[in-house]
């Protein structure tokens, strides 16, 4: 039996199982490669059942020097740089070299389960047609006890997926909300590089906060007509670093994640989405300014905090990003919004709002 990609049945597998790569960026950080490869060596299907490419991202280097250590002993890995600061370029260049049918992601800071490429065969082979994405768990390896204050609906910002289960994005077959991460998530890559891989205007570049990148890839592929596919079997665990622990990281990542949805929905092709969303988050930030008052490393009133921070980053994304002729109120509202020292996205300056970033990120 098989059925559409949006159908709950398990299809026949097919005949043939699909080829892996497994690819991971890294910047500056071989002390998680150097883990994160022991995991892929200890793999079930073996060394001659998948490659391995690494993407060295502008790392400094003496570390480019010990990422060509560590990746040198494995019979099936690569390593390659790529001058471009961002993670979407590594991860493009990634896909355009590999000749696997799909390119399976993982964050340097990653550990595959023992049957991660297994796992990842045996779904792909079982769905008719193979779907465009797949995803699945990530699990915490905590660096630091999480906080009491932490709100639990906010582990999703740590990239964490505890859901079990299996269904298609979008549909009422997954929780409301479940995205696919780049922290584990694998793609059919000719589909990918056909679409143009991941946007290089998304991603963390520096001090450039911009994400999903890999929702907008899953989302784009998925209208395109192929499944986005959850499986929990597929599981990876996410080394969580003490460092992100704190409430000022919580509302800076909050922010930026506030910006990119609006960046991610207009990439889409949605801005109407935006407009229809930015009076909310305007009434959001005017009642829960006050909170705004105290430390940023304070943990008081995280709950309005949380909320302030990522309406600021929607609406600052949604009103300066425009460039075209406003009425005398929009542009009155746009130079408050510069009054108060938060940054200023525009859209259409993003490109080069990572290059000056990339500047840093070396």
Known sequence: MTTTHHGEAATPPTARVPSVTACLVTHDRPHYVRSCLESLRQQTVGPDGFDIVVVDSCSAPAVSEELAALVAPLPNARLLRVDRPGASAARNLGAEVSEADFIAYLDDDALAMPDWIEQIQRVAATRDPWPGVLAGRVLPVWEAPLPDWWPDSLRGVLSIIEWEGTGEFRTPQVPDGLEPYGVNMIVQRRPLLEMGGFADRLGRVGKLLLSDEDVQVGWRLQDRGYSAWYDSSIVVRHQIQARRLRPEWLLERLYWQGASTVATRRILGAPEQVWRELPRRLVV???????????????????????????????????????????????????????????????????????EAGKTHR
Do not use: C, N
């Open 285 to 355: 930030e005017a009642i829960t300014l006050p909170s705004s008052l105290l430390p940023q490393d304070s943990t008081a009133l995280l709950a309005l905090r949380w909320r302030l921070a990522y309406a600021r980053g929607f609406t600052r994304m949604a009103l300066m990003g425009e460039h075209k002729k406003r009425s005398l109120p929009g542009r009155l509202l746009r130079a408050l919004l510069r009054r108060d020292g938060e940054p200023v996205i525009p859209t259409l300056d993003i490109g080069a709002r990572a290059d």
